[in-house]
């Protein structure tokens, strides 16, 4: 049997309680769910769907997170108190170390793409096998093993 490429739909996943922070609820009581939709191998990168009942909150970002709005709205404030109305249709992209403010007035929906950095070394590492991979492929002989960070 064959496993469809598509797996799920926006508007038909099956959300699970995912509560927010109480230390960052600053007005109301806002309900937010989520579910994951797909994972990275690596588990560096996700894009999962969340959405949220009416309130005020501060979100910390540890990891950057792409914010694609479905449904609904929200006024985000950033830290020198500037804010911006997103509604559906509207992408903002928060970097790992970010904070904003959210104010639900009734009701959102959002697809985030979430990736985290992988730390210096690491990075470093990364970067010269790569470079390796492809001096080795280029020398016309065997191609070595595809490098499973893209190379």
Known sequence: MVESVIRLAVAEVDLKPSPINPRWILE??????????????DGMASTLVWDCTAG???????????????????????????SRRLSAGDTIFFPAGARAEWHVEDYIRKV??????????????????????RLFRGRGGEKTAHASFGG
């Not at 979100?59 to 997170?65: C, G, H, L, V």
């Not at 210096?120 to 970067?127: D, E, G, I, Q, V």
């Open 28 to 41: 109301g009581n806002p309900v937010a769910r989520n579910t994951v939709l797909s994972s990275s191998r």
């Open 56 to 82: 005020r909150f501060n979100w910390f970002y540890d990891a950057d997170e792409t914010v694609y709005v479905v449904k609904g709205g929200v006024v985000i404030k950033d830290p020198a108190g500037v």
């Open 112 to 133: 985030a793409f979430c990736r985290t950095s992988l730390p210096s070394p690491l990075f470093f590492a990364m970067r010269v096998y790569r470079r390796l991979a």
